[in-house]
């Protein structure tokens, strides 16, 4: 739809069993597959996030059927299963990383017993996926609740997240996701004074030129999504989350 863009949430992709809770954090290999072809085939314009800023900007107009790709947490199983499928399209990606949990486990996972804990991608393997044209971005250093913790806190989570990964990928880090989709306004005002162009929420909706550059909305994929719900999700399912109302501006219009 003209004038909008449905920037993707995913987390890991690679091969699961059958669940009936967190299917968000999942997506089967074989059906991500299956959903790249999909946008290739029917002309959707794959746009890296500086390119859809420049969009929402007004800076360029908006392609139809814009869509943006996102990863949470930098999974390992990002380079082995998702990867090499954005390279054979030629797709452009986002990939947030946790810069104090490279190479680890997701510990988080342990919470819930029973559900298997997966290894995040080390410091060598994250170079390697920007050195293919993975754009990295930051999710804080700890995957904290950036809405439930003091402003020094997130402070610190929000700046040196950045300054490592800069250290480590040896460029500008400017993209930001929220961990858990938790912020407040106090997180966003930190974002900003840490220095990041972007950041994506957990808030659904399609991003447009009205909102705030670090309040920018997602639409979760999901490991029940099948080939119709994946397009129901981009093209059709565009009702807002009412959280977005207060952070955005009906002057900006592209």
């Not at 003209?2 to 992709?13: C, D, E, F, R, T």
């Not at 814009?66 to 990606?93: I, M």
């Not at 947030?96 to 080390?122: D, K, N, Q, V």
């Not at 250093?141 to 020094?152: A, I, Q, R, S, Y």
């Given at each position: 739809?003209?004038?909008?863009?449905?920037?993707?949430?995913?987390?890991?992709?690679?091969?699961f069993a059958s669940m009936k809770a967190h299917r968000a954090n999942y997506c089967d290999h074989r059906r991500f597959a299956v959903q790249m072809a999909f946008l290739a085939r029917f002309g959707y314009a794959v746009l890296s996030l500086d390119e859809a800023l420049a969009c929402l900007r007004g800076e360029?107009?908006?392609?139809?059927?814009?869509?943006?790709?996102?990863?949470?947490?930098?999974?390992?199983?990002?380079?082995?299963?998702?990867?090499?499928?954005?390279?054979?399209?030629?797709?452009?990606?986002?990939?947030?990383?946790?810069?104090?949990?490279?190479?680890?486990?997701?510990?988080?996972?342990?919470?819930?017993?029973?559900?298997?804990?997966?290894?995040?991608?080390?410091a060598?393997?994250?170079?390697?996926?920007?050195?293919?044209?993975?754009?990295?971005?930051?999710?804080?250093?700890?995957?904290?609740?950036?809405?439930?913790?003091?402003?020094?806190?997130?402070?610190?989570?929000?700046?040196?997240?950045?300054?490592?990964?800069?250290?480590?990928?040896?460029?500008?880090?400017?993209?930001?996701?929220?961990p858990f989709g938790s912020f407040d306004t106090r997180t966003v005002q930190a974002a900003a004074e840490a220095g990041y162009r972007s950041a994506t929420t957990c808030l659904r909706g399609a991003a447009i030129p009205a909102d705030h550059p670090l309040v920018l909305p997602r639409k979760a994929i999901s490991q029940g999504d099948n080939l119709l719900g994946y397009w129901w999700k981009i093209a059709v399912k565009q009702a807002p989350k009412p959280a977005l109302a207060p952070w955005r501006d009906p002057t900006r219009r592209g």
């Open positions: 739809m003209p004038g909008k863009i449905s920037i993707l949430m995913y987390h890991q992709v690679g091969q360029r107009p908006i392609p139809d059927k814009a869509v943006v790709l996102t990863f949470d947490d930098a999974y390992d199983n990002f380079a082995d299963f998702a990867l090499p499928v954005l390279e054979r399209h030629g797709f452009p990606a986002t990939v947030y990383a946790i810069s104090g949990w490279l190479g680890r486990r997701a510990e988080w996972f342990a919470r819930e017993p029973g559900r298997p804990i997966p290894t995040l991608m080390s060598e393997r994250l170079r390697a996926v920007r050195g293919a044209g993975i754009t990295i971005g930051s999710h804080t250093v700890n995957h904290v609740k950036l809405g439930e913790v003091d402003p020094d806190t997130q402070r610190r989570e929000l700046r040196h997240s950045r300054e490592a990964l800069e250290d480590l990928l040896g460029e500008p880090v400017q993209h930001l996701c929220y």
